[in-house]
Each structure stands twice: as C-alpha cells, then as structure tokens.
C-alpha cells in the first residue's frame, strides 16, 4: 500500500468493513487495515472440513446470531442471497436435580418492573445490583435477574446502568430480538461480502497491519502501522477498534483526542468463556435416566436451549433444527472472569472441557467416560485475552448512558469513530449495532466533504 487516501479505516471488523465499502463505492480512496490475518473481528467463524462422518461444519467462536430483525444485518443477508434459519426447538431448566420448563420469567418481571419505575424518574440511574438493593423482591427472582443480566450483556452487576438496560430492552423489543438465526453459511459470509463489495469499488485491504501510531492535525492524518513503521498518509481517519483496544491505549494518538478517550473510559468491556463441544451424535435425545420425565426426554429430542444456573457453565445450547451434533457452553459477566481465574490457576489445559463433560454427565446421568469417548473435539476463543480485542462486547455501566453519542461524534473533521460500543440505538454488543455505526461514520465523512450521504444514515 502506498500514495495518499482519502480515509484509512482502522479495524476490519462489521463496522470498518461496512464504512470501507460504503466509503469506496462513493469514490473515495480508502485504505483498510487489520491487526489479524483475517477479517471480521468479533465475528471468527471456523470451517471445519467433513470427517469422523460429519458433514463439513461451520463452527461460531465469536458472534453467532441473528437477533431478531435488525434492519442492518438482513439487508446484507438479502444483497449476498445468503441463507438463514430461525433457530426452533426446545428449551428446558435443570435445577437442583430437577427439570423444568426454562426460569428467565422471574427475571424478565423483575426488568420490566425496573423500566416501569424508571419511567416514573427520568435521568435516574444506578448499577443493577443498587436497584435491586433499593426495590426488594424475593431472593429467587432477584437471583434470576442477576445472571440474566450478567449473562446476557457479558456485565457486572455492580457497573452495568439501569437506564442503559431500559433503552436496551426498548430496542430490542423493537426488532424482535427474543427470535434467533443462524447464518447458513456461516456467520463471517456476512462480512466477506461486505469485502467484496470493497474490493470490486477499488479499495485497498492490508492483513496483519497492526496500527501503533495516528498522528493528526485538521485534514490531515499520518498512520504508521506494522514492526516496520509503514506509513500512510490520508484525509480523514475511521477508528473502529474495539473498546478493550481505546482503554488500552494500544494506538499512540498525536494529539491525543482527550475527550473521545475519556468517553470511552466511561463504558466497560465485558467477559465472556464460551465453548464449542462436538460430539459423535447427539447423546442428549436419547437420554434414559429414570429420573428424567417422559415429557422432558420428549422436548431433549429437539433441544435448543438448556439452562444448568446451579452449575458451570449456566448455559447451553444446540444448532437445532441442524442435527450437528454440537453443544456451545456459555458463561458471561463477572462469573466468567471467576471461571477464567480458577482455570489458569489449575494449570490444567483440558480444566474447560473436562469441566464441560462432568457438568453434562451429571445433568444427564450418564458417566464422565462415557460422554468423554462420544467427545471429538472442542473449539473455543479467549477474546478477553486477544490483544485484538480485548473482551467479548461493550456495556453501559451506571452513569454513562451519554458516552457512546459523545463516542460517535467526530473530532474536527478528521478522526472518526465506529464500532459496537458507539451505538445510540440501544443495540450494545451486537453485530448489527457494529454494522449500523460504520454506516453512520461514512456518512458523517462524506457529509463532511461535501458528499451525498446524510450525517445519521443507516443501512
């Protein structure tokens, strides 16, 4: 890569990959560059080729559904003809030793009840666990609204504001976000077409081109990137590196845009283990306790979703109505951190997995060999360990609700930011609000330029 560019986009994850082409198919000259010898950032899916008598398998180790009907994500889905499924299926609680019919309603209450006070007291905000302190409930429904709420949004319930899960709930009733999709393809089919389109509009995508330094002044932007100190030289810049990578000040700025970093300050990066476990079939549909109710063994015959919240991991789920046999393990917020800690203290490579096993065999009364032997492989990704990332996705913490609006606001013209973590539309850790805030800072560029596009424009 050489000569001059109108915009170097920094991170070519869904945001940059989205203000890339948009950027490139209005004419300007744009540079893309990527730390990772991949694209997609948070979205890393891994095709598997077909063996052990499986068909070829697409494997989700960073973002993995559709939720709902996000404007931003279907449009694409729709422009690259790509196939996806709702996810259908079961979904079954095994708590204390006993199955049930899934928990959230106790939890679900609790939040709506908390948006209905908030109503009553606008600018109020607190943590979610001060609100709970403050507006007593019985402890089971307490319990339950603070591992979803730590699960869901990957957070702390000590950091995490009410009035950001208010407008979150808001929007995700908006677009019907209690419905899953898979892509067919696999997820990264999303964000390799976005590259195509950038390719065939003339720009220009450097791999494995870690940016260290931005030095700027109005209309005037000098990046240097890669051990060997390349240099590039544009208008305009577009930072859409994650949260994690802002609080770490892993890019040197030249001036420092002070204001936009001690926004980012403000919000939180949550922590996520997830784990992909494939076996040789699906064990769960014929499973034959004689504790095991007969209607539940008939509802394990087309799972979904289990929740385990007594045990480690507290979630799990199928690709059901796909008959892969493969079970993805998830834990989030501040009990993730605490598995992560108890992990790399075992010194014990396998702990994760061999915690996985022995969590099914008792909820599934079978032996920790037997469902060892039915285990292939597994696959999984430490994004809070990822110099890349940082953490899984962004939070809100009490207090902070102006900061990702202060974020996606440009500085003189000549720095922009995009990604998750950016977004004003209440969609905060998603795929969807990444694609939508790329969208908006092409636009804010080539409005500023004199350009068609409008400031607040999205896919």
């Not at 109005?218 to 890669?226: H, I, K």
Request: glycine fraction near 10%; hydrophobic fraction near 45%.
């Amino acid at each position: 890569m050489q000569g001059e560019y109108d915009v170097i986009v920094v991170g070519a994850g869904a945001a940059g990959l989205a203000a890339a082409a948009r950027l490139a198919q209005a004419g300007r000259r744009v540079a893309l560059l990527e730390a990772r010898d991949r694209i997609g950032g948070r979205i890393f899916t891994r095709h598997l080729p077909a063996e052990e008598g499986h068909a070829p398998l697409r494997v989700e180790l960073g973002a993995e559904f559709i939720h709902g009907l996000p404007p931003a994500t279907w449009s694409l889905v729709g422009e690259a003809k790509l196939s996806a499924y709702e996810l259908e299926g079961s979904e079954l609680s095994f708590v204390n030793g006993n199955w049930a019919p899934p928990m959230n309603g106790p939890a679900i209450h609790v939040i709506a009840d908390m948006t209905t006070w908030l109503e009553a007291r606008p600018g109020c905000d607190m943590s979610f666990a001060e609100y709970l302190a403050a507006n007593p409930t019985d402890a089971a429904s307490a319990a339950a609204a603070a591992s979803y709420v730590e699960g869901f949004n990957a957070a702390d319930r000590n950091r995490i504001g009410i009035a950001s899960l208010a407008v979150q709930q808001r929007a995700e009733d908006a677009i019907d976000s209690d419905r899953l999709f898979h892509v067919g393809e696999g997820y990264d089919a999303i964000v390799k077409f976005l590259a195509a389109q950038f390719h065939a509009a003339g720009g220009e995508l450097a791999l494995g081109t870690a940016v260290r330094r931005i030095e700027w002044q109005r209309d005037s932007v000098r990046v240097e990137s890669g051990a060997g100190g390349e240099t590039l030289h544009a208008r305009q810049a577009l930072i859409t590196v994650p949260l994690g990578l802002l609080q770490a000040d892993t890019i040197d700025f030249a001036p420092r845009p002070a204001d936009i970093l001690a926004h980012a300050e403000r919000l939180a990066m949550g922590d996520v283990v997830r784990i992909v476990l494939l076996f040789r079939d699906r064990f769960w549909r014929y499973a034959s306790a004689p504790s095991i109710p007969a209607g539940v063994r008939r509802k394990l015959a087309d799972l979904s979703f289990l929740f385990t919240p007594a045990e480690v991991p507290p979630t799990w789920w199928t690709p059901h109505p796909t008959p892969t046999p493969m079970l993805t393990a998830w834990i989030g917020g501040t009990k993730a951190t605490e598995l992560r800690r108890s992990i790399a203290a075992s010194g014990e490579p396998l702990a994760l997995p061999r915690r996985c096993i022995a969590t099914l065999a008792r909820v599934f009364e079978v032996s920790f060999a037997e469902l060892q032997n039915l285990l292939v492989g597994w696959h999984e990704h430490d994004w809070s360990a990822d110099p890349y990332s940082r953490g899984a996705y962004s939070y809100v913490p009490a207090g902070a609700l102006d900061a990702p609006a202060k974020l996606s606001m440009p500085v003189e013209e000549t720095l922009y930011f995009a990604g998750e973590h950016t977004d004003v539309t209440g969609h905060w850790g998603t795929v969807h609000a990444a694609i939508g805030t790329g969208a908006r800072a092409a636009e804010q560029i080539l409005g500023a330029r004199g350009g068609t596009g409008t400031r607040d424009g999205l896919l």
